[in-house]
C-alpha cells in the first residue's frame, strides 16, 4: 500500500513538473534561434532562448529592415541584396543566389552590422566549371557532382570591378556558418571584398569549429 501511494506521488510530482511556470515568457509553437558563446546557432520548434527570428518565405528579395530572419526558402536575385541595417541572418541551409549581370550578392554599407548563422546541413549539388574554375550550382544531381552541404551565397559576378560574394563598403560582417562558393570578381576579391572609403571601416570576422 505504501509502494502504491508513493509511485501516485511521485506521478503528480512528474506532472506538475512538467507544467508551464508564469514566469512572463510565451512558448509559442514557433521557429525561434538562438546562438551561444561560439556563434554556434540552433533552432527548434519549442527554443526559448535569447530573442525571437522572423521566417523569410519570399524567394527573390531579402529583408531591409533591421532585424533577426532565417530562411525558409532558397533565394534567387537578380541585384545586389543591399544590407544598410544591422541584420541576423541565418541560411538555415538555403542557398542565396545571383543570377544578374555584374552584380555581387551581398553589400553592406553604413557602418551596419551583418551576422550570418547557418541551422541545417542541406546538400545542394553542384559541378566546377571547366572555364572558369568556379563551383556552379545544378538543380539535380549529376556525375560529376561536388556537393556544398549548408547554407551558401553564389553566384556573384561583378566582372567589371572588386568583389562578388560579399562586398563591404563599411560596417561589419560576421560569419558564423555556411559556406561562399563560385563567386568571381573581375579584378579583385571573388568571395570578400572590402574597401572603405575615408573615415569608414570594414570589418569581416570568419568563425568556424
Same mark, same amino acid.
Given at each position: ?8 506521488? #511521485? ?50 528579395? @531579402?529583408?531591409? #529592415? ?9 533565394? *534567387? ?11 541576423? @541572418? ?16 551581398? *553589400? ?25 574554375? @568556379?563551383?556552379? #550550382?545544378? *538543380? ?44 568571381? +570578381?573581375? *579584378?579583385? +576579391? ?17 568563425? +568556424?569549429?
Amino acid at each position: 500500500m505504501k509502494k502504491r501511494i508513493l509511485s501516485i506521488l #511521485l506521478s503528480l510530482a512528474l506532472g506538475l513538473a512538467m507544467m508551464p511556470i508564469a514566469t512572463g515568457i510565451t512558448f509559442a509553437n514557433t521557429h525561434e534561434h538562438s546562438y551561444g558563446e561560439y556563434g554556434l546557432c540552433t533552432c527548434g520548434e519549442w527554443n526559448k532562448n535569447l530573442e525571437k527570428w522572423t521566417k523569410w518565405t519570399n524567394t527573390d528579395s @531579402l529583408p531591409s #529592415l533591421t532585424g533577426n530572419y532565417y530562411l525558409d526558402t532558397d533565394i *534567387t536575385l537578380t541585384a545586389a541584396w543591399p544590407v544598410s541595417t544591422d541584420t541576423n @541572418l541565418c541560411l538555415n541551409g538555403h542557398y542565396i543566389k545571383q543570377t544578374g549581370t555584374n552584380q555581387y550578392v551581398i *553589400t553592406v554599407s553604413g557602418n551596419a552590422i551583418l551576422n550570418i548563422y547557418d541551422c541545417n546541413s542541406t546538400e545542394h549539388y553542384g559541378h566546377i566549371d571547366e572555364t572558369t574554375n @568556379l563551383w556552379v #550550382l545544378d *538543380t539535380e544531381k549529376k556525375d560529376n557532382n561536388v556537393s556544398v552541404y549548408g547554407g551558401c551565397i553564389t553566384g556573384g559576378n561583378y566582372a567589371d570591378g572588386y568583389g562578388a560574394g560579399i562586398n563591404i563598403q563599411s560596417g561589419t560582417v560576421s560569419m558564423y556558418g555556411g559556406t561562399i562558393c563560385g563567386n568571381r +570578381g573581375g *579584378t579583385f +576579391g571573388g568571395g570578400i571584398y572590402m574597401k572603405p572609403s575615408s573615415g569608414d571601416t570594414c570589418i569581416f570576422n570568419l568563425y +568556424g569549429v
